[in-house]
């Protein structure tokens, strides 16, 4: 946590009295409140001076964001509902791990690419976890195939594999919820189908130590520092173990 007026500052706007005067003059909001004098703020806070965002120059982007259905996780300007367009972030910034257009759920999306790097690997075996709806009662049958892994095949992808064991437990007489810690092409909805089951909803409400919580869809908010430490600790572990080397 730092003072508004050096945050301001260390972001190359202004001077500290500078920033005291366009604060004092309500031209400076953090989260969408008018800010006051000598008030403290950290990188999870959205500064804005006039209609203008601003963030400190060594300041990494980290976002969790609620991706509503029928939103698709795709850079390409021609599909009209993509997830960049969607956001309208005043700053570049790109997901870490897809969701398909029907799922919904927890997306990051970051100016870091050593962190999208270190999320994506999967062979690092971060979780993932997902809240799915299906169209026939749960059983334990059920959960037991999906736990041990289950035969996916399809051509046109190129998929013809076991999937790798997961943690799933019965939440309702339709829904389940499933931990994985790979990301094979709608693979919980493949998983699904190869079971006799069709997914009716799919949610994923965490990625490793960040959680959707009560984010509403369409909706997104800046990591807090102690979620960024552990999110940036556990990437890195997932890489050392990757190599088989020790953290130093």
């Known amino acids: 946590m730092m003072r508004l007026n050096k945050f301001i500052s260390e972001a190359g706007?202004?001077?500290?009295?500078?920033?005291?005067?366009?604060i004092e003059a309500g031209r400076v909001t953090v989260d969408g409140k008018k800010a006051v004098a000598g008030m403290q703020v950290d990188s999870s806070h959205e500064v804005r001076v006039g209609k203008k965002p601003i963030r400190r120059k060594d300041e990494k982007i980290v976002l969790a964001v609620h991706k509503p259905a029928?939103?698709?996780?795709?850079?390409?300007?021609?599909?009209?509902?993509?997830?960049?367009?969607?956001?309208?972030?005043?700053?570049?910034v790109t997901y870490a791990g897809r969701l398909d257009k029907d799922s919904e759920g927890l997306l990051i999306m970051t100016n870091d690419g050593g962190l999208i790097n270190g999320m994506m690997r999967s062979r690092f075996g971060h979780e993932k976890?997902?809240?799915?709806?299906?169209?026939?009662?749960?059983?334990?049958?059920?959960?037991?195939?999906m736990s041990?892994?289950?035969?996916?095949?399809?051509?046109e992808k190129g998929i013809d594999e076991?999937?790798?064991?997961c943690r799933a437990q019965k939440c309702g007489t339709y829904v389940f919820t499933v931990i994985l810690t790979q990301g094979l092409n709608r693979q919980i909805r493949r998983m699904c189908d190869a079971l006799g089951y069709k997914v009716k909803r799919l949610v994923r409400i965490r990625i490793m130590n960040i959680e959707?919580?009560?984010l509403k869809p369409g909706a997104y908010r800046k990591l807090t520092e102690q979620e960024l430490k552990e999110?940036?600790?556990?990437?890195?572990?997932?890489k050392n173990a990757g190599t088989g080397r020790t953290a130093e």
């Open 148 to 155: 041990s892994g289950v035969r996916i095949t399809d051509r």
């Open 212 to 214: 959707l919580g009560n």
């Open 13 to 22: 706007v202004c001077s500290r009295r500078e920033a005291d005067r366009l």
């Open 162 to 165: 076991t999937t790798r064991p």
């Open 70 to 92: 029928g939103i698709v996780c795709t850079e390409d300007k021609r599909v009209k509902n993509n997830i960049i367009r969607f956001l309208k972030y005043p700053e570049r």
């Open 231 to 238: 999110l940036y600790e556990q990437t890195e572990k997932g």
């Open 129 to 145: 976890e997902y809240k799915v709806w299906v169209d026939r009662p749960v059983t334990e049958e059920f959960i037991g195939q």
